[in-house]
């Protein structure tokens, strides 16, 4: 009888373990907590990780009011997923633009 509790229990804190390590690893929020704590200080942090649970609520609120239906709606699905993409294009086209002035200007510097 005591060997089949302490399966349960070793079962039970694997579990545990199990939701402690799903929950722990760094998504986007706070790995751009990070970069704006590192760049900007504690304050600037401290705003995006407020500004996430702000968003978090409104999103937990639109699925209390059954708005998900919505989301069911295919063209839904397709008009946000357009417009994610077209947003990270264009801020990779940003970046690589910005990288790409970088690297001929330290060229242009190099041959002088």
Do not use: C
Not at 39 to 68: C, E, P, Q, R, T
């Amino acid at each position: 009888m005591e060997w089949s509790g302490f399966i349960e229990y070793q079962h039970i804190s694997e579990l545990h373990l199990l939701g402690f390590t799903l929950a722990a690893p760094i998504g986007p929020v706070n790995s751009a907590r990070l970069d704006k704590g590192i760049k900007n200080g504690f304050w600037h942090a401290w705003i995006v990780g407020a500004g996430s649970m702000v968003a978090d609520g409104f999103f937990m609120l639109l699925v209390y009011l059954g708005l998900v239906q919505f989301w069911e709606f295919l063209l839904s699905k397709y008009f946000f997923g357009y417009s994610e993409a077209l947003s990270l294009f264009i801020q990779v086209l940003k970046v690589s633009k910005m990288r790409i002035r970088s690297l001929l200007l330290m060229e242009e510097i190099k041959n002088r």
